[in-house]
Antibody, heavy 120, light 106 residues
Framework: EVQLVESGGGLVQPGGSLKLSCAAS????????MHWVRQASGKGLEWVGR??????????AYSASVKGRFTISRDDSKNTAYLQMNSLRTDDTAVYYC???????????WGQGTLVTVSS | EIVMTQSPATLSVSPGERATLSCRAS??????LAWYQQKPGQAPRLLIY???TRATGIPARFSGSGSGTEFTLTISSLQSEDFAVYYC????????FGQGTKVEIK
């Protein structure tokens, strides 16, 4: 059974940092690209960024709204992806989902999401 | 950035009726188009990819069509479990989502 389990969400002050984790099982994690997608309350889905596999040099890409503030990494030995979020702003408040893409790069597996609230 | 526009924003349909959802891309995305279903408090679920290929386990009442800039998701006979929000997504040039269509009970 495929599972993606996010953790690390919570309340953080504006300007603060938070690191999310996404633990994967049930599929070949090392060969997959991993993405983060967020959703503000009552709003639509927004792609945040992705990290490719080792075969693709762990290449990362980010949306314009988070570039320079967020960093995605992965540890294939732990089947875990990470989202390091720095310089957080109130408009980063959202549920953050991790999701997987393979080939073609649609998102076939999703985690249950973790809530990040940025507020003073 | 490719902008995805979905219509209508809300679709009121009676159970057993047909629902047709539209998605338009601001430039061609070829067939690199997926549809997702999201119910309240749940993660999105992949329904369709490649514009018309059903994902594993998706019932045959869901079908997708289109290419280039115009796409359609059709639910042939709505069941109670189909009332949800539906998003289209292009993955031809990075990844962007439409704003969603809410399918509600009429």
């Amino acid at each position: 059974e495929v599972q993606l389990v996010e953790s690390g969400g919570g309340l953080v002050q504006p300007g603060g940092s938070l690191k999310l984790s996404c633990a994967a099982s049930g599929f070949t994690f090392s060969g997959s690209a991993m993405h983060w997608v967020r959703q503000a309350s009552g709003k639509g889905l927004e792609w945040v960024g992705r990290i490719r596999s080792k075969a693709n040099n762990y290449a990362t890409a980010y949306s314009a709204s988070v570039k320079g503030r967020f960093t995605i990494s992965r540890d294939d030995s732990k089947n875990t992806a990470y989202l390091q979020m720095n310089s957080l702003r109130t408009d980063d408040t959202a549920v953050y989902y991790c999701t997987r893409s393979y080939d073609p790069p649609h998102f076939d597996y999703w985690g249950q999401g973790t809530l990040v609230t940025v507020s003073s | 950035e490719i902008v995805m526009t979905q219509s209508p924003a809300t679709l009121s349909v009676s159970p057993g009726e047909r629902a047709t959802l539209s998605c338009r891309a601001s430039q061609s995305v070829s067939s690199s188009l997926a549809w997702y279903q999201q119910k309240p408090g749940q993660a999105p679920r992949l329904l369709i990819y490649g514009a018309s290929t059903r994902a594993t386990g998706i019932p045959a009442r869901f079908s997708g069509s289109g290419s280039g800039t115009e796409f359609t998701l059709t639910i042939s006979s709505l069941q109670s479990e189909d009332f949800a929000v539906y998003y289209c997504q292009q993955y031809n040039n990075w990844w962007t989502f439409g704003q969603g269509t809410k399918v509600e009970i009429k």
